[in-house]
């Protein structure tokens, strides 16, 4: 007899009817029983509905929607087919405005929760005006049907299970169509799709990217060892059936991890490089280049950080976790120069490359390093002087040792682009403890669909 949990009052498999009060920060409805929060996916706040209990902690449990007894006029019906089965989008189920509802209020929430910060100005999200097949980039992985034949789609939620997909509704139509035909063709050659339990197969990833300035596109096979079989074949018929193919490249992963990209890539026809641009800036996209996958949101969210910036022309700026180098373009447009520092020295050779594409090298210099380690010695060594330090980190937020380094320099401005709510509510506190204002947050819906938003904020010197 399985023990039961003496800290919730519901036990797994128990039937209970419920109202959503509240969001969790993934998009999952909240319903409390005797204050005990249960986490439903698919919940919206103000339904009445039936939920099955699977699963019990002791602060919290979570369930599953098995009924809706008062929907919520704010609920419509996935376009999507697979939604609950794909791990690809969250919020499919509501409404385009009330997700955008829900974004600003995962922002406010971090905000005041995390950061301590009551005050500051939040702004309404920036949505898209069709939230609909904005992504530019696809990343599938490959698996084996029962029957044998290859499949290619997202995970399907919490797994490393492939639900087989012909279409992703956020995709880029052409993408789609792109990842079918490939996969079509390596099947018809019997190239075998890698099985990552047992380390055996060929075909890992299929990676599709466009670029929409030229209506290129980049199809990257990503294998596990050096030999491809058919290769010829695939080639021709790629080209044959993708008429807008500007490249074709393999990346090869031999390791057993889940990182999708290897060290080693090779040309197998075609360019190195296709084409894109975000406002007056181009950028070279290579196969394992970072570069944002909505750019007409990447556009919004840059003319926001440059407004932020306030340059007149005359400013030093640092951009940390430059990447490869789209913020630093956007404001050597307006700065007197700008200096970029990125760990990826990858990323820095791109960075390089798009400075000379733009014409704008003797504006801006980029260094391979750590951001908390580059930066003082730019400051302290060199005399470097900042006027506006913009920062883009990854998830996790900022090394504090940075934050640091950032109140002990103290720029004017500092312009902090996020996407991740939480993380940029813990180094708003600390950068605000050092010294600096929050002015205002921007919201931006980067992401439609799906529970992640970035931001823009703007942090002054206090004594300013």
């Not at 034949?149 to 052409?174: N, P, V």
Request: one cysteine or more; charged letters at 30%; a positive charge.
């Amino acid at each position: 007899m399985k023990k039961r949990n003496k800290y919730a009052p519901v036990q797994k498999n128990d039937m209970v009817e419920v109202t959503f009060e509240d969001f969790t920060h993934d998009g999952a409805g909240v319903a409390k029983i005797n204050g005990y929060p249960l986490f439903v996916p698919y919940g919206i706040p103000g339904e009445t509905g039936k939920v099955k209990v699977v699963k019990t902690k002791k602060n919290y449990g979570f369930g599953r929607l098995m009924e809706i007894k008062e929907e919520s006029p704010e609920r419509i019906e996935p376009l999507c087919p697979i939604y609950k089965q794909c791990g690809g989008c969250q919020l499919q189920h509501m409404t385009y405005e009330k997700e955008l509802q829900f974004k600003h209020q995962l922002v406010a929430d971090a905000i005041k929760k995390i950061g301590g910060l009551d005050d500051v100005p939040i702004h309404p999200v920036i949505g898209m005006e069709d939230p609909w097949r904005y992504r530019n980039k696809a990343q599938v992985p490959v698996g084996t049907k029962e029957d044998g034949r290859l499949k290619a789609g997202f995970y399907q939620q919490r797994t490393h299970r492939i639900i087989d997909m012909e279409s992703c509704l956020i995709q880029e139509k052409g993408n789609d169509d792109a990842v079918q035909i490939v996969k079509n063709i390596a099947d018809k050659y019997g190239i075998p799709a890698y099985d990552e339990k047992n380390h055996r197969g060929v075909l890992r990833h299929i990676v599709v990217r466009f670029g929409k300035k030229k209506d290129e596109l980049m199809i990257v096979l990503i294998t596990k060892g050096k030999e491809l079989p058919h290769r010829k074949k695939l080639i021709e018929n790629i080209r044959k059936q993708i008429p807008n193919i500007t490249s074709i490249i393999q990346n090869i992963n031999p390791k057993k991890t889940n990182v999708i990209f290897g060290e080693e890539t090779r040309v197998l026809w075609g360019e190195e490089y296709i084409y894109d641009t975000i406002g007056n800036i181009t950028f070279a996209i290579s196969a394992r280049s970072f570069y944002q996958v909505n750019p007409t949101q990447t556009k919004v969210l840059y003319e926001k950080a440059l407004e932020y910036a306030a340059l007149t022309g005359k400013e030093i700026v640092i951009d940390a976790y430059c990447g490869i180098g789209t913020i630093s373009l956007f404001l050597a447009q307006k700065a007197k120069h700008v200096y970029g520092v990125e760990i990826v020295p990858e990323a820095i050779a791109d960075a390089k490359r798009n400075a000379k594409l733009n014409h704008l090298e003797d504006v801006v210099d980029f260094v391979v390093g750590e951001a908390e380690k580059i930066i003082p010695w730019w400051y302290h060594v060199l005399g470097i002087q900042p006027d506006v330090i913009v920062v883009d980190p990854p998830r996790k937020g900022c090394a504090e040792t940075l934050l640091e380094t950032m109140i002990d320099i103290a720029p004017k401005r500092i312009v902090y682009v996020s996407c991740n709510p939480s993380t940029l509510a813990r180094d708003l506190k600390i950068l605000s403890e050092g010294g600096y204002e929050v002015k205002e947050i921007q919201p931006v819906d980067m992401f439609p669909r799906t529970k992640h938003v970035e931001l823009v904020a703007l942090m002054s010197r206090v004594d300013e």
